[in-house]
């Protein structure tokens, strides 16, 4: 019987965890621009952002890098210079969910592989 409670509640906080993972990154474009940083491993600028992840619109992509900097997902390093740049870069927080997108591509190509 305590086996089993144990059981009930390891299964509910899973599941708690995955939906406030969901909540944070969940969204196409969330996962979109966390998954570049983990494929380029440096900082991005915006500009950069918006033409490797065509067709996202500007706009869609300031919101979800300033919920993803919110969240600290991401790190915002503003440099002084005219006109002002601002580079984005995974925290380590950001840097934990490689494991996610490795989870993610083995299961694509298992069971879509010709999709790739």
Request: proline letters at 3%.
């Amino acid at each position: 019987m305590v086996k089993q409670k144990m059981e009930i509640k390891n299964v509910l906080e899973k599941s708690q965890m995955c939906e406030k993972t969901i909540s944070l990154i969940g969204n196409k474009w969330s996962l979109m621009i966390v998954n570049e940083f983990n494929l380029i491993g440096k900082p991005l600028r915006f500009n950069m952002l918006l033409e490797k992840l065509s067709p996202i619109s500007s706009k869609t992509l300031s919101a979800k890098l300033k919920e993803l900097v919110q969240h600290k997902i991401l790190d915002k390093n503003i440099i002084s210079t005219s006109p002002v740049i601002a580079n984005y870069s995974l925290t380590q927080k950001g840097k934990d969910l490689a494991g996610l997108f490795e989870s993610m591509a083995s299961w694509g190509k298992k069971w879509n592989p010709h999709t790739i």
